[in-house]
């Protein structure tokens, strides 16, 4: 084993070298003949002058050594549905899905809308799409029709690729109407829609426009569709999420850096092997799920467990039932779903031979120790791995590479810096670097951001340099806007966003938007969102809300009518998940002078924290009302 120091230091300092033998972990059609430009800075170009494909290189070149092994092991517990795809059913099922495509023209640099459940024809159809060097967009399943809305104006896909609904604790959710309403909201239309029907909720195809999957598939059975050697810079996939302004942000991918990034993360992060199997209980519609449900595992010749269905349904053991059965190597979670699992009985733990588990690696938020310690204890002190890392990057900008080099983990550390990334902890008024131990800072990347990270923000790369490199000041830097230390071991903690971003169970929110879709209410002048601390969710948003007749609003029941209507428009404008926990009423927000939203001081107070400095505000009796709510 190489110490990882080294293997860090020679990432950075060697950087050529290092990422030119990482390339060898992939399949070329031609080798790329210089490793990174980076000519053009903050815009960096891998492998340029290589051609690859990602679906090859997931799926086709595996054929050869492991045609007959689990590729994808989709179990739904849902419609109790369980289906293992060997890497042969899987090559034939993409290239179902790409004939599809094709048929309707789509072809190179073409955008696809993936907007599905946790399904395999949903893996199907992403690989189906780097498979022909058409650019994925998948939109989380979860949103409503103006999420998607936003999405598919910026994206202008080609072709949609939809079911008639998903399932979540067998109860089902329609999709159709959301997307038909999508559809309808945005400028682009798409000229086609393919509909998987799951046979779950009726709809109505719309004529002349949505094709089903079906009959489509009948008619492609044998069709052969090559892979479509791309150059290594092509976009692979956009997928949005959300920062500080209202507008999503197609975070754009390439394909070379981000294949070679996946490929070399299996073995040095997650300890994965060849014919082993790796269990990401994510969703599709995130960055891990693209990374480790999908492409990762696969691109390393293991089987992947696609899971639809509640941690805890039919009981808190369903997960671990799927480690023992599948003898599942590499499990990846978030410690939201721990903490879910953590109110069950914890025998359900004991019941299962996890022998096969080598350790659990968990992400998307803070690991809480209680948390940790638990599933630690539980998992009869395998190792938990925490990774830190973002829907830009792609691959963990922090952890424990076991892989490198055995190490120890810090409760409550993601852990050290990882290959590639060139870390340095600044202050956020002058920029300079901090690094003394235990100084609180910006956590930055010093360019070339390494394979696999965001190439540009889709259709805007001023907002690329604006939003992430002109943040910090006198340096050109990538913010990644998470507040940090690091300690006199080099292991790093991170204590929260420096911007408008809020966490809950995992998923990441922008609070503006949820601003913008409760000002949409009629009855509401004004409002500030907040993200809260919570026991289970890591945070709830709550918001603040000032009506604009408050005539009728002079009892308890008005009041939750009203709550009751704005939780309505945001789960029908952006989904669930982004429905506040409260909504308040008050009759003015604590602001600055010139007008700023003192957005600390209203999280502060509602967590029960001193708010600090509140010389600036313009009216004090704003914060007591918001104090007097909490109460
Ligand atoms: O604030 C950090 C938090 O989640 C943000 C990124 O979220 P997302 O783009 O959805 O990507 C998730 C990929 C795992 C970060 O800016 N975050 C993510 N992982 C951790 C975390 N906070 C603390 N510890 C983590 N391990």
């Known amino acids: 084993m190489v110490a990882?120091?080294?293997?860090?230091?020679?990432?950075?300092?060697?950087?050529?070298?290092?990422?030119?033998?990482?390339?060898?972990?992939?399949?070329?059609?031609?080798?790329?003949?210089?490793?990174?430009?980076?000519?053009?800075?903050?815009?960096?170009?891998?492998?340029?002058?290589?051609?690859?494909?990602?679906?090859?290189?997931?799926?086709?070149?595996?054929?050869?050594?492991?045609?007959?092994?689990?590729?994808?092991?989709?179990?739904?517990?849902?419609?109790?549905?369980?289906?293992?795809?060997?890497?042969?059913?899987?090559?034939?099922?993409?290239?179902?899905?790409?004939?599809?495509?094709?048929?309707?023209?789509?072809?190179?640099?073409?955008?696809?809308?993936?907007?599905?459940?946790?399904?395999?024809?949903?893996?199907?159809?992403?690989?189906?799409?780097?498979?022909?060097?058409?650019?994925?967009?998948?939109?989380?399943?979860?949103?409503?029709?103006?999420?998607?809305?936003?999405?598919?104006e910026d994206a202008t896909p080609k072709v949609i690729i939809s079911a008639d609904a998903g399932s979540r604790g067998g109860k089902v959710i329609p999709y159709k109407h959301l997307l038909d309403e999508a559809i309808r909201l945005s400028s682009h239309k798409p000229g086609k829609v393919l509909m998987v029907d799951r046979k779950l909720a009726p709809f109505t195809p719309v004529a002349d426009r949505d094709l089903d999957?079906?009959?489509?598939?009948?008619?492609?059975?044998?069709?052969?569709?090559?892979?479509?050697?791309?150059?290594?810079?092509?976009?692979?996939?956009?997928?949005?999420?959300?920062?500080?302004?209202?507008?999503?942000k197609g975070v754009q991918r390439d394909t070379a850096g981000y294949t070679v990034a996946l490929a070399s993360s299996i073995p040095h992060i997650y300890q994965g092997k060849p014919g082993g199997t790796f269990f990401c209980t994510s969703d599709i519609g995130w960055v891990v799920g693209h990374s480790y449900i999908i492409y990762g595992p696969l691109i390393g010749g293991m089987a992947t467990i696609m899971y639809e269905g509640l941690p805890i349904r039919p009981d808190g053991g369903i997960w671990w039932s799927l480690v023992e059965k599948y003898k599942v190597n590499v499990m990846f979670s978030a410690p939201t779903a721990i903490r879910v699992l953590k109110k069950q009985d914890p025998a359900l733990l004991s019941k299962y031979d996890l022998s096969s588990l080598q350790a659990l690696f968990l992400a998307g938020e803070p690991l809480d120790e209680p948390t940790a310690k638990w599933i630690s204890e539980g998992l009869n002190g395998k190792p938990i791995i925490d990774n830190y890392w973002q829907t830009e990057t792609g691959w963990p900008i922090l952890t424990i590479c076991n892989g490198v080099e055995k190490a120890e983990s810090k409760f409550g550390s993601p852990g050290k810096a990882v290959y590639g990334y060139n870390v340095k902890l600044v202050d956020d008024q002058t920029g300079e670097e901090l690094t003394g131990a235990n100084q609180k800072g910006v956590l930055t990347i010093e360019g070339p951001l390494p394979p696999g990270n965001l190439q540009t923000i889709w259709g805007d790369d001023k907002r690329f340099v604006s939003t992430y490199w002109s943040?910090?000041?006198?340096?050109?830097?990538?913010?990644?806007?998470?507040?940090?230390?690091?300690?006199?071991?080099?292991?790093?903690?991170?204590?929260?966003?420096?911007?408008?971003?809020?966490?809950?169970?995992?998923?990441?929110?922008?609070?503006?938007?949820?601003?913008?879709?409760?000002?949409?209410?009629?009855?509401?002048?004004?409002?500030?969102?907040?993200?809260?601390?919570d026991q289970l969710k890591g945070q709830v948003a709550m918001a603040f809300a000032i009506a604009k007749d408050t005539s009728g609003l002079t009892d308890?029941?008005?009041?939750?009518?009203?709550?009751?209507?704005?939780?309505?428009?945001?789960?029908?404008?952006?989904?669930?998940?982004a429905r506040p926990a409260r909504v308040m009423f008050v009759t003015a927000l604590p602001k600055t002078r010139s007008g700023k939203l003192l957005r600390r001081a209203i999280q502060a107070v509602c967590e029960k924290r001193d708010p600090g400095d509140l010389t600036t505000i313009d009216d004090p009796t704003a914060l007591t009302q918001i104090q007097d709510q909490i109460a």
């Open 213 to 248: 999957y079906a009959t489509e598939r009948a008619q492609h059975m044998d069709t052969v569709v090559p892979c479509e050697w791309v150059e290594s810079t092509h976009p692979s996939y956009t997928l949005y999420t959300s920062g500080t302004t209202g507008k999503p």
């Open 471 to 533: 943040t910090v000041p006198n340096k050109l830097v990538y913010n990644t806007f998470d507040w940090a230390v690091r300690d006199e071991d080099g292991y790093f903690f991170i204590l929260g966003r420096t911007d408008d971003v809020i966490n809950v169970a995992g998923h990441r929110l922008g609070t503006r938007e949820i601003e913008e879709s409760i000002s949409s209410h009629p009855n509401i002048a004004e409002v500030a969102v907040v993200g809260v601390a």
């Open 556 to 577: 308890d029941a008005a009041r939750s009518k009203l709550e009751a209507e704005i939780m309505k428009v945001v789960d029908t404008q952006l989904g669930a998940l």
């Open 4 to 152: 990882f120091a080294d293997f860090h230091r020679r990432s950075i300092e060697d950087r050529d070298a290092f990422w030119s033998e990482q390339a060898q972990l992939i399949d070329w059609q031609t080798k790329p003949q210089q490793i990174c430009d980076y000519s053009n800075p903050p815009f960096a170009k891998w492998f340029v002058g290589g051609t690859t494909n990602l679906c090859h290189n997931a799926v086709d070149r595996h054929l050869a050594d492991r045609a007959d092994q689990a590729a994808l092991i989709f179990v739904s517990t849902e419609t109790d549905q369980e289906h293992t795809y060997t890497y042969r059913d899987l090559h034939a099922e993409v290239q179902r899905m790409a004939a599809i495509l094709k048929a309707q023209g789509v072809t190179k640099g073409d955008r696809v809308l993936i907007y599905m459940p946790m399904i395999a024809e949903a893996a199907f159809a992403m690989l189906a799409c780097v498979r022909i060097g058409a650019i994925h967009s998948v939109v989380f399943g979860g949103f409503a029709s103006h999420s998607l809305a936003t999405r598919i």
